[in-house]
Every structure is written in C-alpha cells, then in structure tokens.
C-alpha cells in the first residue's frame, strides 16, 4: 500500500514537538495565550484536542493592552474559541510602561500579565501560538539589528519567560507554517480575527514577513524551514562540528530514531563514511563509547 503523501497535520506537528522537546507533562496545567488570531486559535485547539491523549488540562487567557479599541472584541471571539473546546478563559488588562519602542514595551506588559495569570491558575508552562514563519522573521530581524550568534538563536520551543517570572514559556505549533495554520482553520470550521497592524508596513516586521520572507522563498523554497534550523543549530552550542554540517535528510534520520525511543542511530555522510550519532547529547561517539 502507498504511503500517503499528504504533509503533517498542525495537530500531528505538536504533538510530535511537545514529545521530543518534553513541552510539559502529563497532569501539567498549561496557560494558553490567544488573541483571537490565527495562530493562538489554532493553538487553543489544538492543545485542546490533545488533552485525552497528552494528559494535561487547560486554562486561557486573553491580554488587552488598552491600546486598540478592536481589542475587546478580537478578545470576545477568543472567549468563544476557549468555550466551544471547553477551556475556562479570563481577559487581563496590561499596564503598558511609557518610553520608546511601543511594540517592545507591550510585548514585556503582554509577558508580565501572562506570567501573573499563570500563577494564580498553578500553571506549569504558558503556550505561546508562535510558528515557523514568525521564528524565521525573527531571525531575520536580528540579522538587520546585527546580531551575534547566541542572538540568532530565537524563539526555541521551551525558554524561560522573558520577564523572569520563574515559569517557562513553551511553543507547541513551532513545527507548522502558517499555511498549516490557516488549513487547520479551514478543516475544524473555526473562525478568527485578523491585527490590521500585521500588515501594516510602518512596522519593520510587516516588511519582514510580506516583502522579504517572500523574495527569498522565490530564491529558496525551504528557506523558512532553513532558518529554523539555523537557529536550532546556534541554541546548542555544545553540538560538534560534525552534527552541525547535518543535511536535512541525515537530521530526519535522527528525528525517527529519537521517537522510536533509540539512544543511537549511525548516518551516511556524504563522501561515505557512517557516523554513530548519541540522539540524547547531540554528539558523535566512537563505537566503544556506546
């Protein structure tokens, strides 16, 4: 029987992610932030369809800046997101500091809300609905800036939350495009809101996503794809040289090996020679070493 050649589903993406990078446990209380967008709705759901299988429980919460009047109702549409999955949901206002850079300063108000919600619910991590494609603009926003390496690591899927509020933030739909995204919307029936300000080219970001991203999937289709290893490969700094100059066809290997359950797996390189690889350090071995 053939094999089916249809891509992953969001769903099968984060459940695979939240497995290999040990996102939570089962019994885990996980904070959902949603907007009502399309990305925090897809993860709302999902997470919400997983729940039998993955053990965990869910809360939600919704973050109103003040600073758009649209916010009170994106924030509505999100409240009935969170019933129709049967998640309990509550809306908290941040305080936005004044000073420069806006989109900064919400972002730190939007973590210190989050951070706080998740304390009182007893959460064990809070669920952010970044994808591939924010974490590869991202990077790309540091490459404007001039970031060093340790920079350009971005967005991994479990981090400490950035106001350290001694709580981690977790990215389950990290794995899937945006197009897996929207598709997942289509196929569950699930509507959402749309931030004007994502298209809006005033902002560096806006740029980034609909006139670069763009450009350079005309020069490289798997450019995205690309960068989120680039990024995975500088968030682990002990990784040997060898690991590093993986091509995608040897890292699919070793990402098999790892959800079967083994410890090792040997890999082809190019020229000939097979490598033994220890899946849990991310090194190299000797065969006496294994």
Same mark, same amino acid.
């Given at each position: ?8 589903s ?10 290999d990078?040990r996102l939570?446990?089962?019994g885990?209380?996980?904070?959902c932030a949603?907007?009502g967008g399309?990305d925090?709705t ?10 039998r ?6 809360? %939600?919460? *919704?973050v +109103?800046h003040?600073? &758009? #009047?649209?916010?009170e @109702?994106?924030l509505?549409? /999100? !409240? ?9 949901f509550?809306?908290c206002?941040?305080s936005v %500091?004044? *000073?420069? +850079?806006?989109?900064? &300063? #919400?972002?730190?108000? @939007?973590?210190?809300?989050? /951070? !706080? ?18 974490r590869?603009?991202t990077l790309?926003? &540091?490459?404007?800036?001039g970031?060093g390496?340790r920079?350009? !690591? ?17 990215r389950?739909i ?18 959402y809101?749309d931030?004007?300000?994502n ?9 980034v996503?609909?006139e670069?991203v763009?450009?350079?999937?005309q020069?490289s ?14 968030a682990?700094?002990?990784?040997d ?8 066809a040897?890292?699919?290997?070793l990402?098999?090996?790892a959800?079967l359950g ?6 082809r390189?190019s020229?000939g020679?097979d ?7 991310n ?8």
């Amino acid at each position: 029987m053939a094999r089916s050649s249809r891509p992953p589903s969001l769903v099968t993406l984060a459940r695979r992610l939240v497995r290999d990078e040990r996102l939570f446990a089962r019994g885990d209380l996980v904070l959902c932030a949603i907007s009502g967008g399309p990305d925090s709705t897809a993860l709302l759901h999902g997470l919400a369809l997983l729940r039998r299988e993955l053990g965990h429980t869910l809360a %939600a919460v *919704g973050v +109103n800046h003040g600073l &758009r #009047a649209e916010a009170e @109702r994106e924030l509505s549409h /999100a !409240a009935l997101v969170a019933e129709k999955v049967g998640v309990p949901f509550e809306v908290c206002l941040a305080s936005v %500091a004044p *000073g420069p +850079n806006l989109q900064e &300063r #919400a972002r730190t108000a @939007r973590h210190d809300a989050l /951070a !706080a919600a998740a304390q009182r619910h007893g959460a064990s991590v809070i669920a952010l609905g970044h994808t591939a494609d924010d974490r590869a603009e991202t990077l790309l926003l &540091r490459v404007l800036r001039g970031a060093g390496p340790r920079g350009l !690591a971005v967005l991994p899927p479990r981090a400490p939350s950035p106001v350290g509020a001694g709580i981690d933030v977790v990215r389950p739909i990290l794995l899937a495009r945006r197009s897996d995204v929207l598709l997942h919307l289509e196929r569950q029936q699930l509507a959402y809101t749309d931030d004007p300000s994502n298209r809006d080219r005033r902002f560096l970001r806006a740029r980034v996503r609909h006139e670069v991203v763009p450009l350079l999937e005309q020069l490289s289709p798997g450019v995205v794809e690309h960068l989120c290893h680039l990024s995975d490969m500088l968030a682990r700094p002990q990784e040997d040289e060898l690991l590093a100059s993986f091509g995608r066809a040897q890292r699919r290997q070793l990402e098999r090996a790892a959800r079967l359950g083994r410890r090792y797996s040997t890999v082809r390189l190019s020229g000939g020679r097979d490598v033994t690889v220890d899946i849990f350090e991310n090194t190299s071995v000797l065969p006496d070493e294994r």
